[in-house]
């Protein structure tokens, strides 16, 4: 039987898993790592630790394998990390140098670190809230992501948010086909520009 529960900070050594082993665009990104935690770092564990009421996790018997995060206030949320989470990273770890098309995949999340991206400024204007989730295989296809889903945007409504966005690896199919069916818009042109890289969502609650 799986449960869904807010997330805990007893929770994190978990989440950092799941977000390493469903960090390559929904594939495992453990080859890709000698720090398993750096995708952890930026996707999912300030979340849990400075935004727990918009934290909640997927639980069976064999442990925590899966969760939904996000931040009802994205702006604000942006600030907060800049305040409380980045620098103690940034003071952890080096910022890389050198030519990026040289770097490797652990340099890219670091840079990351030191320079944070987020979703456009008018998908943020349009969309304020925004949301990232990931499933262990195991909890694959049984209805456990729109479970989580649900409860996220019960959760979100009940706190006035109005609009929630996300970002999708362009090469991950299958989590582009779970949100395309959840009722997400996909955004384009004047929202977002084209991209190789990105596929961005919106929806109205």
Known sequence: MTILRPARLDDLEQIYGISLVTGDAGKDATPLHRDGKLIGHIYSAPYVSLNPEAAFVAEDEQGVAGYIV??????AFQALLEREWWPALRAAYSEPQGDPA?????????AAIYHPSFAPAAVIDAFPAHIHMNLLPRLQGQGI????LDLWFATARDAGVK?????????NAGG??????????????PLVAPSERSVWFGERL
């Open 70 to 75: 996000g931040a009802y206030d994205t702006l």
């Open 102 to 110: 040289l770097w490797d995949a652990d340099q890219n999340r670091i």
């Open 145 to 148: 992501g729109t479970r989580l």
């Open 163 to 171: 609009a929630v966005h996300l970002g999708a690896n362009a090469n």
């Open 176 to 189: 582009i086909r779970f949100w395309s069916s959840r009722g997400f818009e996909r955004l384009g042109p």
